[in-house]
C-alpha cells in the first residue's frame, strides 16, 4: 500500500491545482476515487476558507460529522496551544527529552522513555539532545514533551482548553446528524492532581489516544491556526449568525503555525492530515483523514512531497 502522507500530499497539491485554477470539483472527486479505488480506502477531503468558515469542497458530508476516531499526535499542536495561552511554557522554557543515553554514531541518543504510574510512554523520534523546546515538541510530534506539558496544565484548565477548540460538542455546521466525539471525563483528568501526580489521561489525550473526535471538529480547531486565533463556525450553504471567538491570541496562534509549516512529515501519524495554503490571497484549511487508517512507512514523504511540489509547478 502506497504512503498514506504521500498520498495527502498529492491530494494537497491536485485539489489546489483543480479547484482554485480550474474551478472543477469534479476533478476533485475523480482524485480522490482513483486513490480510494487504487487503496482499498476510504478518504474525507474537506476545504474550508480560512476566514469565512465557507467549505468550499467536501467529498463525504455524513462521514464529515458522524465517523469519530483517535485523532492521534495531530492533537500534539493543540495542546501547545492551550498550555502557551494557560502561561505554562515558553519558547525558550525546555522539558527533558528522558532520553539519558549514550549517543549512537549519527549523534543521536536512544528514544525517550517516560514512566507515569504503571504506564511507560515512548518517543517515536530520536534527538540529539537532552532537553526539548516547544517548538522540538511540535515539529517532531514527541509525546513524552505533550505528555509532560499536558501535565503542567490543571483538569479544568485541559477541558475548558479542548472546549474552546470545538470539541466534546458539535461544530454547529449545517448538516444534521452530527457526533461530538468524547474526551476523558473530569475525575479522569483530576486523578493525582491534589498530590501533585502526573496524570496518563491528560497525557495520552495529548497526543490524541484515549478520546475520540470528528473530521469537521479538527478542522475547525486547526483553522484557528490558520485564522490568527480565532475559532469560526464552518458552513455549505446557510452561513450561521455566529460571531468569531478569540480563544487564543494572535501570536499564539501564528506561532503554533510557523511550527506546523516547519512540520517534520517523517513522524506524522497515520491517514490524519491537516495543512494550510494560499490562492489569490485567499486563505484555507484543507484536512484529509483516511477512514481506518493503517500505521505506514513515513521514510520518502519528505523527499516525495519535493518531487511532487517541483512537478506541480512546472
Known amino acids: 500500500m502506497k504512503n498514506i502522507i504521500t498520498l495527502a500530499i498529492v491530494l494537497t497539491i491536485a485539489i489546489v491545482g483543480s479547484k482554485f485554477y480550474n474551478n472543477e470539483s469534479s476533478q476533485i472527486d475523480n482524485i480522490v476515487k482513483d486513490i480510494e479505488t487504487k487503496n482499498n480506502k476510504k478518504i474525507i477531503v474537506a476545504i474550508m476558507n480560512s476566514n469565512t468558515g465557507k ?39 525546555l522539558l527533558p527529552a528522558h532520553n539519558f543515553t549514550k549517543k549512537d554514531a549519527n549523534g543521536f541518543y536512544k528514544k525517550g522513555k517516560l514512566k507515569i504510574g504503571i504506564w511507560t510512554i515512548k518517543d517515536e ?70 498530590k501533585n501526580k502526573p496524570n496518563i489521561f491528560k497525557a495520552t489525550a495529548s497526543y490524541g489516544l484515549g478520546m475520540k473526535v470528528t473530521f469537521m471538529q479538527l478542522l475547525k480547531a486547526y483553522n484557528v491556526f490558520n485564522n490568527n486565533g480565532e475559532i469560526i463556525t464552518p458552513y455549505i450553504k446557510n452561513k450561521p449568525d455566529i460571531k468569531p471567538i478569540q480563544i487564543i491570541s494572535k501570536n499564539n496562534a501564528n506561532t503554533i503555525k510557523s511550527y506546523l509549516q516547519r512540520n517534520n512529515e517523517t513522524n506524522i501519524n497515520s491517514g490524519i492530515y491537516y495543512r494550510f495554503f494560499n490562492v489569490n490571497n485567499i486563505k484555507y484549511t484543507i484536512g484529509i483523514v483516511i477512514i481506518n487508517s493503517e500505521k505506514m512507512d513515513n521514510k520518502l514523504s519528505t523527499s516525495l512531497y519535493k518531487d511532487i511540489v517541483k512537478s506541480f509547478k512546472r
Open 55 to 93: 467549505i468550499v469542497y467536501i467529498n463525504r458530508e455524513k462521514e464529515a460529522i458522524q465517523y469519530e476516531f483517535e485523532p492521534k499526535s495531530i492533537m500534539i499542536p493543540i495542546v501547545t496551544a492551550i498550555a502557551i495561552e494557560n502561561n505554562k511554557i515558553t519558547q525558550t522554557k
Open 125 to 194: 523520534v530520536q534527538f540529539k539532545k537532552h532537553y526539548l523546546s516547544i517548538k522540538d515538541i511540535v515539529t517532531n510530534r514527541s509525546y513524552i514533551g505533550i505528555a509532560q506539558l499536558s501535565n503542567k496544565l490543571n483538569a479544568k484548565e485541559f477541558l475548558e482548553g479542548f472546549y474552546n477548540f470545538g470539541f466534546n460538542t458539535k461544530t454547529s455546521i449545517d448538516l444534521e446528524n452530527e457526533n461530538i466525539g468524547q474526551l476523558p471525563s473530569y475525575n479522569q483528568l483530576r486523578a493525582g492532581q491534589l
